[in-house]
Nanobody, 125 residues
């Protein structure tokens, strides 16, 4: 069964950058759709970005132009490059994988059936 592990979280200043990595264990990353979600205290888990098995990418409006999701087949990882960070980006970030093909919208949590434990991202003013 596929397992996911996030890394790269930490503290950044507003306007700074962080790069998160999602390692895929027990499977080939290109065989799955992979999404990033985030959850701040008291808020619902929020869609951030998605990359399909074929490499198509999708972003939440709140991060378009600032975040980039990518896949490294050699390392079997999916990354989230976060630039121009804002305090409102502060949250626990989760990596999730789903089946290669689905009609379920990519921005919904039910699209995914495997989740990592999350990594904390904190952005100071």
């Amino acid at each position: 069964q596929v397992q996911l592990g996030e890394s790269g979280g930490g503290l950044a200043q507003a306007g700074g950058s962080l790069r998160l990595s999602c390692a895929v264990f027990g499977g080939t990353v290109s065989d799955y759709a992979v999404g990033w979600f985030r959850q701040a205290p008291g808020k619902e888990r929020e869609f951030v970005a998605h990359i399909s098995w074929s490499g198509n990418t999708y972003y939440a409006d709140s991060v378009k132009g600032r975040f980039t999701i990518s896949r490294d087949n050699a390392k079997n990882t999916v990354s989230l490059q976060m630039n121009t960070l804002k305090p409102e980006d502060t949250a626990v970030y989760y990596c999730a994988s789903g089946s290669r093909l689905s009609v379920v919208p990519v921005a919904t949590t039910r699209r995914y059936d495997n989740w990592g434990q999350g990594t904390q991202v904190t952005v100071s003013s």
